[in-house]
């Protein structure tokens, strides 16, 4: 059974940093694509950042320059790290984890993150 673990969300002040990471337990398959995506209060989740296991990287314009998304594929680790942090980054931040053939797609449970001005 698959399970993803995130860690690292908390209360930030602006400005600050957070770093989070996802660890995939029971992954039998290889992974394409491992990601973050973000759901604030009262608005549909969205794309923050993935990486594929060839190394390319997608970014939300609201995230580039100041979010970077890495990977461990050995660990099937996932990480996030988060610089100059805003209020508008506030949101439950959820890990995915993605496979194309046969397709597989697993959420992690989210974690907090809140920024306060």
């Known amino acids: 059974q698959v399970q993803l673990v995130e860690s690292g969300g908390g209360l930030v002040q602006a400005g600050g940093s957070l770093r989070l990471s996802c660890a995939a337990s029971?992954?039998?398959?290889?992974?394409?694509?491992m990601g973050w995506y973000r759901q604030a209060p009262g608005k549909q989740r969205e794309l923050v950042a993935d990486l594929s296991s060839g190394g390319f990287s997608n970014y939300a314009d609201s995230v580039k320059g100041r979010f970077t998304i890495s990977r461990d594929n050995a660990k099937n680790t996932v990480y996030l790290q988060m610089d100059s942090l805003n209020a508008e980054d506030t949101a439950v931040y959820y890990c995915?984890?993605?496979?194309?053939?046969?397709?597989?797609?697993?959420w992690g449970q989210g974690t907090q993150v809140t920024v306060s001005s």
């Open positions: 029971g992954i039998t398959f290889s992974i394409n694509v």
């Open positions: 995915n984890v993605a496979a194309y053939s046969p397709y597989r797609n697993y």
